[in-house]
Each structure stands twice: as structure tokens, then as C-alpha cells.
């Protein structure tokens, strides 16, 4: 039975630097930097906001978290520094509070401490507290108004941020907020 699983990407050149446990992944990272120079990814990007040229709240959404991950790919995180992505993370829920994410968590913090790596993380509302715990500090935040991209009203009872955050249910689906985080290698 699988209880939770932890996905980490190496990047920036970090692959080189596996390597060194033989798994071959140098040639990789240097082919996947050529790849990105040639589509013209390794130079920065304005941050606009593509969403407020559509109609469709649910599209202007989506096109706004694009629009801020590649921001965020292409600056806060640097390119040419070896590091560690955080590509997911999950516990099963009825495995949850019993140390399963802080353990994950720290299998990932020790390999990237035993290369002297970052990590970084771009974090959901909800395991936000758990990447504090285990060292990352925020580096940049994408606040959303939920209201402004709804399609209705929240229902009375319905579960919402604006709850979540110690309102009192005032027919607003409330704030989320997005964070991109980093876990700099102890001793650092």
C-alpha cells in the first residue's frame, strides 16, 4: 500500500551533478538547457496578465497561473544554479498528521543537502504549513481573489477560503494564495 509519494526534479545544470551516482543524467541536462536556449526560454519574461484580455472566468484563471509559473520559472529561480523542484507531493488522506509528509520531506532535504542544493517549491494554500516546517522560506506570492473568477456565489455551508482564513462566511469564496518557496542547504 503506497500512504504518500514526493517527486523532485533536478535543475539547472543539477543533473550534471547527480550524475555522480551514476545515473547518466549529465548529457541530459545539457542537451535540455540547449533545447530551452533555442525556444528562446532562458531570457526573462514581463510579468503581464494574459487572463484580462478573455471573457471566461474560469480561462482568465488558468492563463493567470500560467502566466505567473512561467514568471516564476524564468526569474526567482535561477537557471544557471543548480537546484531541486519540488514536482509534487501527496499523503493519503487517511494517512495524513502521522509524519509520512514531514519524512518524504526530509529524504528530499537530505539529498539536496548532501549536494548543497536549494529546493524550491511552488506551494499549494494547504501545505503551506508543512514547507515551513521543514525549512522553506517564501520567496514570492500569487494572491488570487477567487471572487473575481467564480462563476456563482458559495452556497450557504459551502466549504470557502474566506472560512478557512477565520471569516465568517460572508458569501465570498475568499482569497488564495499561491507561494513560490525555497529551502536554501543547511548550513546555508
Known sequence: MIVGHANWVFSGGAQRRA????????ELATAGKEASKAAGQDKPQAHVDPAKEMGDPI??????????????????????TPCLLVVGLAVSPSYERR????????????????RGLSI????????????IKAGFKTRRELR???DDYALR????????????????GDSRWGQYVIRYMERKPSGN
Not at 480561462?59 to 544557471?80: C, G, I, K, T
Not at 524550491?120 to 514547507?131: G, I, L, P, R, T
Open 120 to 131: 524550491w517549491v511552488h506551494s499549494s494554500h494547504q501545505a503551506y504549513a508543512a514547507y
Open 19 to 26: 550524475s555522480s551516482r551514476g545515473t547518466g543524467d549529465g
Open 144 to 146: 488570487v481573489d477567487l
Open 99 to 114: 509524519g509520512i509528509r514531514t519524512a518524504l520531506l526530509g529524504h528530499g532535504n537530505g539529498i539536496a543537502d548532501e
Open 59 to 80: 480561462e482568465r484563471l488558468h492563463a493567470l497561473e500560467e502566466a505567473d509559473m512561467q514568471y516564476w520559472l524564468q526569474n526567482p529561480v535561477p537557471s544557471h
Open 153 to 168: 456565489p458559495p452556497r450557504d455551508g459551502e466549504a470557502t477560503m474566506a472560512v478557512v482564513a477565520g471569516g465568517d
